[in-house]
């Protein structure tokens, strides 16, 4: 009689322990279904206190104990061992809830729940893994606000994980990412493949069996169906890597293309521990396990991003653009502003304030222009409208790029504003803080804006980004410093060079230089001018500095409580001004 | 020839809100101009030559009267053309030289230039060849080049200004005192420049103090006094009928 | 009657409050458990107790736990407040970690360390199936099975040797970066030094292991699925272990080390990747948690906590951990203060009724309130001479 028969033929069903009442399986169940049809997207369920603790596989037990009955066949593993006494523990209380038999053979079981690892032992249609999952949000190392993952989830933008891996390969040459690593499922959501290595990672792709993933502590349950593509997240040409550890085999069977894991003497062994002993006894099929063989991913130092090293040039890899801005048909303008209002309402301790009151323009490509006011004038609330920070009460704002500017944009919901940022419009902020990761790197911070646009080439976007770098005169050397580091000028350079990165079609430039020396600022306002007449873009310029707007605009408009007061050309505002209100300003310049 | 610019009935009023005063610039001011003319504004200060020159780049907002310009797309009238158009045209068909260099901060006198003749259409290299060229016309430095406008001397940076203005010439161009900051040996050099912009076909409007540079250069005055239009013919007529109104500027 | 009226009257309410817990006692027939008895049945909170008491004896923290009725923070309570009555009369030799006896030993890192992983005296592969007294066991573990899966006892090669940890294994493969820190030789003892920011490790190591449990727990769990991150998340535990040794001072006279008791500790390691900017990518890094009796949770948040404490510095977040690890773990503090909020606070909350009382009196006479301004067209000072018509925007109607 074997173990598992004692442990079968243990307890009548009558007395069989209950975990999880018939309710809680179902709405288990009913989570398992939402999660197969939405591949990869993490289903919340109400996870149930088990008889294990939270992060010991309470998760992947309600699962097990949801889909399972007395007719299954259960093997659990833990590290890749039957054996261990996580293993037998889960395997004691399944065995005991379902009066399932269990088995150590992979190929004989039903259902495989397991920890750490999927079995050597490719499995079929017929049978399902159970992964138990500590941590299910991918983006917790990127994203610490739950609502923001949440947002970035939804909308598919998982620039941040490209951004830091970037950020790893800059630094230390590897991707860091180890066990856990990210994956992409069915092209569309980022996924925590529980933490299985790497080594696994390429064998969930495609797979036969059903994978059901389950994070019992954080509520959450998803899954790849079989047949589903899973891909580890990567750059096109920076090679993902598997664990491998060259010429080693495993002291008990010898095999070498399989997970192993160091013994403390630094020799090897299998982790699959039934693989291992099958192995042994000649009880596999060797065939088979070689189509799952991550052979592709065998790391090669000569394929790191080290031993590439491709040469960077600087802004002379930019080229002439030659490139003409668009404009709407049969139009001449590429943003136009029509009776823009934006009223705060008012709560208790503030009054309503009616901060835009009716603002209309419209911009052409190649052009700048100006809009020139005082604190309080409402251009900041103005600017806010148009990058999208803030909703306006009334009004229409076209561009050229959206939809031919039949749209308009401000009934556009987050998600698409968002997108409009990342290459139709950029921002530069008075604050670079506003527009820039001061915690990674000048580099990095041009990958953010590339891999958000769909760059997937770290040569691409590396060389895009020392070009930039170059043209807004950060030293190159400093590319991969962390922007934290820099001066303010500096950083204003980075963010500028930033804004750029996806060639643009509208530009806005909230206050630019305030906040700089005034030397720094004469070079910032100089570089500016340069890139605003290299480029066919449309400008907007806001700020309270007329010597700003002089050295960058054409014409301007004058804004005063909200309204436009006066608009023309900008030499003409400033020598012949005829508004009371413009003539004060034009005087304080000249003070 | 034809007609590249009209001026009727040009009235400008400056309302100072501050100290509640108002200065009248121009009244009822009238004048053509045909292609390839070389007009000179004569007149003593204050007259309003500058006020004039300045309404009809639009730097000033003329408060009644029209500016029709007329090139080979048709006419245009400028006090009413759009902000956007008018700054267009400035780019490429109409030039201002003001008295002085605005340049912005480090930037040298061959960028300058070049950026000048990019914005008049050029591609970068033959903008750098006529940079270079109309800098060595007017006598500057090569070591000055690439110096910051900034470090150069008054009558250096008229010359720059000078270069910037006409390399690459638009059609119309206005001169505000282009050559006064200089000594006679580069005066020489600035108005052998001006003189080549006839054959260029380069219709001028300019204001000179002396009268002699009138009679060398431009082919028809227009004498100001106190905002009006008092004479309007030859140089050589007018600046004789009209000595009184000039006193000022023949001392 | 108030319970803080006269004093004559707050006596007598206090007096019959004891009472009351002495007659429950009595009327249960416990009021003289053996505090033996109390020390084999309630080993995990006798441990707990010492560990966050800062004071190792089990009698005296049995005691404690059966004087609070069970109510582990009040027992903390009366044996640090026991504490402050004790003379201190020695300092102990420093006690090599490697010289010890273990209870047990797992290390999760790796599979086979040097060394046992001894499973010894744990509940964590126990089922959580309540059990009523008398019942039978709902997985019962027939002999059958007990026979089929009777282990070989793991014999040990050099039983009477240390036993190295996995660290120090680490650490001879040039894995670990070098953390020693001359600048802090001497133990920091929170009982008699102040707290000054920034502190050194000793003496966040020294507050940590006089730490609640749950609050260090929560401490570490916030960085897990709160807002803000300061433990690494990726972290793999060395060493857990639960240890016996013995304490030794410098006798008086004959100079020489001598052993006066022996004690229980857990204590755990916690390594981490060094993958952050700035950092070594070849290494790891370990944090350190100790505490006295056998108490797991507390000793693994405890060296995430130190681990990340080490990996921040005393840069912003740095210091902002520190903050936390030193204001706001220690469970006198906090359960303190919380349950000063039961004291009488009737003269404060008085003043506040007052300014509310004001507010309603300015919302009576001046309408739906908001601001100054409502009803106005704005002061003269702050309206400019040359508003435009319809641009004035303190005016608009509310």
């Given at each position: 009689?074997?173990?598992?028969?004692?442990?079968?033929?243990?307890?009548?069903?009558?007395?069989?322990?209950?975990?999880?009442?018939?309710?809680?399986?179902?709405?288990?169940?009913?989570?398992?279904?939402?999660?197969?049809?939405?591949?990869?997207?993490?289903?919340?369920?109400?996870?149930?206190?088990?008889?294990?603790?939270?992060?010991?596989?309470?998760?992947?037990?309600?699962?097990?104990?949801?889909?399972?009955?007395?007719?299954?066949?259960?093997?659990?593993?833990?590290?890749?061992?039957?054996?261990?006494?996580?293993?037998?523990?889960?395997?004691?209380?399944?065995?005991?809830?379902?009066?399932?038999?269990?088995?150590?053979?992979?190929?004989?079981?039903?259902?495989?729940?397991?920890?750490?690892?999927?079995?050597?032992?490719?499995?079929?249609?017929?049978?399902?893994?159970?992964?138990?999952?500590?941590?299910?949000?991918?983006?917790?190392?990127?994203?610490?606000?739950?609502?923001?993952?949440?947002?970035?989830?939804?909308?598919?933008?998982?620039s941040r994980i490209w951004v830091a891996m970037y950020e790893d390969l800059v630094t230390g040459g590897v991707v860091?990412?180890?066990?856990?690593?990210?994956?992409?499922?069915?092209?569309?959501?980022?996924?925590?493949?529980?933490?299985?290595?790497?080594?696994?990672?390429?064998?969930?792709?495609?797979?036969?069996?059903?994978?059901?993933?389950?994070?019992?502590?954080?509520?959450?349950?998803?899954?790849?169906?079989?047949?589903?593509?899973?891909?580890?997240i990567t750059f096109d040409d920076v090679p993902f890597?598997?664990?491998?550890?060259?010429?080693?085999?495993?002291?008990?069977?010898?095999?070498?293309?399989?997970?192993?894991?160091?013994?403390?003497?630094?020799?090897?062994?299998?982790?699959?521990?039934?693989?291992?002993?099958?192995?042994?006894?000649?009880?596999?099929?060797?065939?088979?396990?070689?189509?799952?063989?991550?052979?592709?991913?065998?790391?090669?130092p000569a394929k790191r991003v080290r031993g590439v090293g491709i040469r960077l040039q600087g802004r002379s890899a930019l080229g002439h653009s030659e490139h003409?801005?668009?404009?709407?048909?049969?139009?001449?303008?590429?943003?136009?502003?029509?009776?823009?209002?934006?009223?705060?309402?008012?709560?208790?301790?503030?009054?309503?304030?009616?901060?835009?009151?009716?603002?209309?323009?419209?911009?052409?490509?190649?052009?700048?222009?100006?809009?020139?006011?005082?604190?309080?004038?409402?251009?900041?609330?103005?600017?806010?409208?148009?990058?999208?920070?803030?909703?306006?009460?009334?009004?229409?704002?076209?561009?050229?790029?959206?939809?031919?500017?039949?749209?308009?944009?401000?009934?556009?919901?987050?998600?698409?504003?968002?997108?409009?940022?990342l290459d139709?419009?950029s921002?530069?902020?008075?604050?670079?803080?506003?527009?820039l990761d001061?915690?990674i790197s000048a580099g990095g911070n041009i990958a953010d804006r590339l891999t958000a646009a769909g760059w997937r080439s770290f040569w691409d976007i590396r060389q895009r980004a020392a070009a930039l770098l170059d043209r807004v005169e950060v030293p190159l050397h400093r590319m991969d410093d962390v922007v934290?580091?820099f001066?303010?000028?500096m950083?204003?350079r980075v963010q500028i060079a930033r804004a750029l990165a996806t060639d643009p079609?509208?530009?806005?430039?909230?206050?630019?230089?305030?906040?700089?020396?005034?030397?720094?600022?004469?070079?910032?306002?100089?570089l500016?001018?340069e890139l605003?007449?290299e480029r066919?873009i449309?400008?907007?310029?806001?700020?309270?500095?007329?010597?700003?707007?002089?050295?960058?605009?054409?014409?301007?408009?004058?804004?005063?409580?909200?309204?436009?007061?006066?608009?023309?050309?900008?030499?003409?505002?400033?020598?012949?001004?005829?508004?009371?209100?413009?003539?004060?300003?034009?005087?304080?310049?000249?003070? | 020839?034809?007609?590249?610019?009209?001026?009727?009935?040009?009235?400008?009023?400056?309302?100072?809100?501050?100290?509640?005063?108002?200065?009248?610039?121009?009244?009822?001011?009238?004048?053509?101009?045909?292609?390839?003319?070389?007009?000179?504004?004569?007149?003593?200060?204050?007259?309003?030559?500058?006020?004039?020159?300045?309404?009809?780049?639009?730097?000033?907002?003329?408060?009644?009267?029209?500016?029709?310009?007329?090139?080979?797309?048709?006419?245009?009238?400028?006090?009413?053309?759009?902000?956007?158009?008018?700054?267009?045209?400035?780019?490429?068909?109409?030039?201002?030289?003001?008295?002085?260099?605005?340049?912005?901060?480090?930037?040298?006198?061959?960028?300058?230039?070049?950026?000048?003749?990019?914005?008049?259409?050029?591609?970068?290299?033959?903008?750098?060849?006529?940079?270079?060229?109309?800098?060595?016309?007017?006598?500057?430095?090569?070591?000055?080049?690439?110096?910051?406008?900034?470090?150069?001397?008054?009558?250096?940076?008229?010359?720059?200004?000078?270069?910037?203005?006409?390399?690459?010439?638009?059609?119309?161009?206005?001169?505000?005192?282009?050559?006064?900051?200089?000594?006679?040996?580069?005066?020489?050099?600035?108005?052998?420049?001006?003189?080549?912009?006839?054959?260029?076909?380069?219709?001028?409007?300019?204001?000179?103090?002396?009268?002699?540079?009138?009679?060398?250069?431009?082919?028809?005055?227009?004498?100001?006094?106190?905002?009006?239009?008092?004479?309007?013919?030859?140089?050589?007529?007018?600046?004789?009928?009209?000595?009184?109104?000039?006193?000022?500027?023949?001392? | 009657?108030?319970?803080?009226?006269?004093?004559?009257?707050?006596?007598?309410?206090?007096?019959?409050?004891?009472?009351?817990?002495?007659?429950?006692?009595?009327?249960?027939?416990?009021?003289?458990?053996?505090?033996?008895?109390?020390?084999?049945?309630?080993?995990?909170?006798?441990?707990?107790?010492?560990?966050?008491?800062?004071?190792?004896?089990?009698?005296?923290?049995?005691?404690?736990?059966?004087?609070?009725?069970?109510?582990?923070?009040?027992?903390?309570?009366?044996?640090?407040?026991?504490?402050?009555?004790?003379?201190?009369?020695?300092?102990?030799?420093?006690?090599?970690?490697?010289?010890?006896?273990?209870?047990?030993?797992?290390?999760?890192?790796?599979?086979?360390?040097?060394?046992?992983?001894?499973?010894?005296?744990?509940?964590?592969?126990?089922?959580?199936?309540?059990?009523?007294?008398?019942?039978?066991?709902?997985?019962?573990?027939?002999?059958?099975?007990?026979?089929?899966?009777?282990?070989?006892?793991?014999?040990?090669?050099?039983?009477?040797?240390?036993?190295?940890?996995?660290?120090?294994?680490?650490?001879?493969?040039?894995?670990?970066?070098?953390?020693?820190?001359?600048?802090?030789?001497?133990?920091?003892?929170?009982?008699?030094?102040?707290?000054?920011?920034?502190?050194?490790?000793?003496?966040?190591?020294?507050?940590?292991?006089?730490?609640?449990?749950?609050?260090?727990?929560?401490?570490?769990?916030?960085?897990?699925?709160?807002?803000?991150?300061?433990?690494?998340?990726?972290?793999?535990?060395?060493?857990?272990?639960?240890?016996?040794?013995?304490?030794?001072?410098?006798?008086?006279?004959?100079?020489?080390?001598?052993?006066?008791?022996?004690?229980?500790?857990?204590?755990?390691?916690?390594?981490?990747?060094?993958?952050?900017?700035?950092?070594?990518?070849?290494?790891?890094?370990?944090?350190?948690?100790?505490?006295?009796?056998?108490?797991?949770?507390?000793?693994?948040?405890?060296?995430?906590?130190?681990?990340?404490?080490?990996?921040?510095?005393?840069?912003?977040?740095?210091?902002?951990?520190?903050?936390?690890?030193?204001?706001?773990?220690?469970?006198?503090?906090?359960?303190?203060?919380?349950?000063?909020?039961?004291?009488?606070?009737?003269?404060?909350?008085?003043?506040?009724?007052?300014?509310?009382?004001?507010?309603?009196?300015?919302?009576?006479?001046?309408?739906?309130?908001?601001?100054?301004?409502?009803?106005?067209?704005?002061?003269?000072?702050?309206?400019?001479?040359?508003?435009?018509?319809?641009?004035?925007?303190?005016?608009?109607?509310?």
């Open positions: 009689m074997s173990i598992d028969d004692v442990l079968h033929s243990a307890v009548p069903p009558q007395d069989r322990p209950v975990v999880l009442d018939e309710q809680g399986q179902r709405e288990v169940r009913r989570a398992i279904l939402a999660a197969i049809a939405v591949p990869g997207h993490q289903v919340p369920f109400g996870s149930r206190e088990m008889p294990v603790a939270r992060g010991w596989g309470s998760g992947g037990l309600q699962v097990t104990v949801a889909i399972g009955g007395s007719q299954d066949r259960i093997k659990v593993i833990d590290q890749g061992d039957d054996q261990g006494v996580n293993a037998v523990n889960l395997r004691r209380l399944i065995a005991g809830t379902l009066g399932a038999e269990t088995t150590e053979d992979t190929r004989d079981c039903t259902i495989t729940q397991s920890r750490h690892r999927i079995p050597e032992q490719a499995m079929t249609d017929e049978q399902v893994l159970v992964l138990q999952v500590p941590v299910s949000e991918p983006l917790r190392p990127v994203e610490k606000s739950i609502a923001a993952c949440e947002r970035m989830h939804a909308e598919a933008d998982y860091n990412a180890s066990s856990g690593y990210p994956v992409l499922v069915n092209d569309r959501y980022l996924m925590a493949p529980s933490p299985i290595p790497r080594w696994d990672v390429p064998r969930l792709d495609q797979g036969d069996r059903l994978t059901i993933l389950c994070h019992g502590r954080d509520k959450k349950v998803y899954a790849v169906p079989p047949h589903t593509s899973v891909r580890p890597e598997v664990e491998y550890a060259r010429d080693q085999r495993c002291i008990r069977c010898g095999s070498t293309d399989v997970y192993l894991v160091e013994t403390r003497e630094g020799t090897y062994l299998c982790s699959d521990v039934e693989w291992c002993a099958r192995v042994r006894t000649g009880d596999v099929d060797v065939a088979e396990h070689e189509r799952q063989i991550p052979r592709a991913y065998y790391p090669d003409t801005g668009r404009t709407a048909p049969g139009e001449e303008w590429a943003l136009q502003v029509t009776d823009l209002v934006k009223v705060f309402p008012g709560r208790l301790g503030s009054s309503p304030v009616r901060a835009v009151t009716g603002v209309s323009f419209d911009v052409a490509p190649g052009e700048a222009l100006g809009v020139i006011g005082e604190s309080g004038s409402g251009k900041s609330t103005m600017m806010n409208c148009l990058i999208g920070n803030e909703r306006a009460t009334a009004g229409t704002v076209r561009l050229a790029a959206v939809d031919d500017g039949r749209t308009n944009v401000l009934d556009l919901d987050d998600a698409a504003r968002r997108r409009l940022r139709v419009m921002v530069v902020h008075q604050d670079p803080a506003a527009g001061l915690r934290g580091q001066s303010g000028g950083r204003q079609e509208v530009l806005l430039l909230d206050e630019p230089t305030t906040g700089l020396d005034a030397s720094v600022a004469a070079g910032v306002l100089d500016l001018r605003i007449a066919e449309a400008v907007v310029v806001v700020s309270h500095d007329f010597q700003v707007i002089q050295a960058l605009t054409d014409r301007a408009l004058v804004m005063h409580r909200g309204a436009v007061i006066e608009q023309g050309l900008t030499d003409q505002l400033f020598a012949d001004p005829h508004h009371a209100y413009t003539q004060r300003l034009v005087a304080a310049a000249h003070v | 020839m034809t007609e590249i610019l009209r001026v009727e009935h040009l009235n400008k009023t400056f309302h100072l809100h501050a100290i509640d005063r108002t200065v009248v610039s121009l009244r009822d001011v009238s004048f053509t101009v045909r292609r390839g003319d070389h007009l000179a504004l004569a007149g003593s200060s204050g007259a309003g030559k500058s006020s004039l020159l300045r309404c009809l780049y639009r730097t000033y907002l003329p408060d009644s009267g029209t500016v029709r310009l007329t090139l080979a797309d048709g006419p245009r009238e400028l006090t009413t053309l759009s902000d956007r158009h008018m700054a267009r045209l400035r780019g490429r068909e109409f030039g201002y030289v003001s008295q002085f260099l605005q340049a912005p901060p480090r930037v040298g006198p061959l960028e300058l230039v070049t950026q000048a003749a990019r914005r008049r259409g050029l591609r970068h290299d033959p903008a750098v060849a006529v940079a270079k060229d109309s800098l060595t016309r007017l006598g500057i430095d090569e070591a000055l080049w690439d110096m910051d406008c900034a470090v150069l001397s008054g009558g250096e940076r008229q010359r720059v200004n000078l270069a910037a203005g006409t390399v690459s010439p638009p059609q119309l161009l206005l001169l505000d005192e282009p050559v006064s900051a200089l000594d006679p040996a580069n005066r020489e050099k600035a108005l052998a420049l001006i003189e080549t912009l006839r054959a260029q076909d380069v219709t001028v409007v300019a204001v000179y103090h002396d009268m002699q540079i009138i009679r060398r250069l431009a082919n028809r005055v227009l004498v100001l006094a106190d905002g009006r239009t008092i004479a309007e013919g030859n140089p050589t007529d007018v600046l004789g009928q009209h000595i009184d109104a000039l006193e000022e500027v023949s001392l | 009657m108030s319970y803080a009226g006269t004093s004559k009257g707050g006596t007598s309410a206090i007096l019959a409050a004891e009472d009351l817990i002495r007659v429950e006692r009595a009327e249960a027939g416990l009021d003289s458990v053996d505090t033996g008895q109390v020390r084999a049945l309630f080993g995990a909170s006798i441990d707990r107790l010492m560990g966050e008491a800062g004071l190792y004896d089990e009698d005296t923290a049995a005691a404690a736990l059966l004087q609070a009725g069970g109510d582990l923070p009040e027992a903390t309570h009366l044996l640090r407040a026991h504490r402050s009555t004790l003379p201190r009369l020695a300092v102990s030799e420093p006690i090599d970690p490697d010289q010890v006896q273990l209870l047990r030993r797992v290390v999760p890192a790796t599979r086979e360390p040097e060394g046992p992983q001894l499973l010894g005296n744990t509940r964590d592969y126990s089922a959580r199936l309540l059990r009523r007294p008398g019942a039978p066991d709902p997985l019962p573990v027939s002999d059958q099975l007990r026979h089929a899966q009777q282990e070989q006892p793991v014999a040990l090669p050099h039983p009477d040797e240390p036993v190295r940890r996995f660290s120090a294994w680490m650490r001879a493969q040039d894995r670990m970066v070098d953390r020693v820190d001359p600048t802090d030789p001497e133990p920091f003892d929170p009982a008699y030094q102040p707290v000054v920011l920034p502190v050194s490790r000793s003496a966040l190591l020294s507050a940590m292991a006089v730490a609640e449990t749950g609050g260090l727990i929560n401490m570490w769990y916030r960085s897990i699925l709160g807002p803000d991150g300061y433990a690494d998340e990726d972290v793999t535990l060395g060493d857990v272990r639960h240890v016996r040794a013995e304490v030794r001072v410098t006798h008086p006279h004959t100079g020489e080390p001598v052993a006066i008791a022996r004690i229980r500790f857990t204590d755990c390691e916690a390594i981490s990747h060094l993958d952050e900017r700035g950092e070594d990518p070849a290494r790891f890094d370990v944090g350190y948690g100790i505490a006295l009796g056998h108490n797991e949770r507390k000793t693994i948040a405890m060296a995430t906590l130190d681990l990340a404490a080490q990996r921040y510095g005393n840069g912003e977040e740095g210091l902002k951990l520190q903050q936390l690890l030193m204001m706001t773990t220690d469970p006198l503090a906090s359960n303190g203060f919380l349950e000063h909020l039961k004291l009488p606070h009737y003269v404060t909350f008085r003043s506040q009724l007052d300014r509310a009382e004001a507010a309603r009196q300015e919302q009576r006479e001046h309408g739906g309130g908001t601001g100054l301004l409502i009803g106005t067209t704005g002061p003269a000072d702050i309206e400019s001479a040359d508003t435009p018509a319809g641009t004035d925007r303190e005016g608009l109607p509310v």
